[in-house]
């Protein structure tokens, strides 16, 4: 079975920084891609960052110039660094990689438990 584990959530003030990592473990024959979504309270999930197994990149306006996704696919991780925080961007962070699993030709995106990042103001 695939499982993908994040670590690196917490408390922070604002203008501090948070590192994410999302290791993703298993039965893995290939990944495509590995990315981040948060949802803050009252508010739709929102795409973070996504990076592809080229290494290009997509970055959400809000994080633009800010946050950096990067990958270590030797590990099969993805990171996020997250710099110059904001409150508002406080929610919870959830690590996703589409993930063909052995033995099966299909596709599946996979789903972290998700991690909470606090910022204060």
């Known amino acids: 079975q695939v499982q993908l584990v994040e670590s690196g959530g917490g408390l922070v003030q604002a203008g501090g920084s948070l590192r994410l990592s999302c290791a993703a473990s298993?039965?893995?024959?290939?990944?495509?891609?590995m990315g981040w979504y948060r949802q803050a309270p009252g508010k739709q999930r929102e795409l973070v960052a996504g990076i592809f197994s080229g290494g290009s990149t997509n970055y959400a306006d809000s994080v633009k110039g800010r946050f950096t996704i990067s990958r270590d696919n030797a590990k099969n991780t993805v990171y996020l660094q997250m710099n110059s925080l904001k409150p508002e961007d406080t929610a919870v962070y959830y690590c996703n990689a589409d993930i063909i699993p052995v033995g099966l030709i299909h596709e599946i995106r996979y789903w972290g438990q998700g991690t909470q990042a606090t910022v204060s103001s």
């Open positions: 298993g039965s893995i024959f290939s990944i495509r891609a």
